[in-house]
C-alpha cells in the first residue's frame, strides 16, 4: 500500500470510531425523545399547568393509563389519538421516562 493511502486509511478509521462514539455517549435516555411530544400539556419535566401531572407516578401507572387511552375506553379525546399512535415498547419506554421526572 502507498504511505499516504495507508495514513489516510488511518485518518478516516479514528474519525470514525471518534464519531461512533460521540454518538453513543450523546444519546438521550429511553423515552426522552417521546416524552418531548407530551410537553405542552404535561411541561417538559411532567408537572404541566392544569393538566394530570405525571412527575411522581410509577411508569406502571403511567402505562395502565395510556393504555386505557389506547383502547379507546377514556373516549376519542387528544389523550387518545396521541397513544394510539405508539406502540407497546414505545409507550414502555415513555412511561418509564416520565416516571424518573420528580
Sequence with gaps: ??????YTTG?????LGLSLGVQAQTAPPAG????SNCF??????GKGPGFDQ???KSASEIYKDLK???????GNGIMARHAMGYTDAQLLSLSS??????
Design 40 to 45: 405542552q400539556c404535561h411541561g417538559t419535566n
Design 68 to 74: 386505557e387511552f389506547q383502547s379507546g375506553k377514556e
Design 11 to 15: 485518518i478516516v478509521a479514528c474519525t
Design 1 to 6: 500500500m502507498l504511505p499516504h493511502l495507508r
Design 32 to 35: 426522552r425523545l417521546l416524552a
Design 54 to 56: 405525571l412527575a411522581g
Design 97 to 102: 421516562w416520565l416516571s424518573t421526572q420528580r
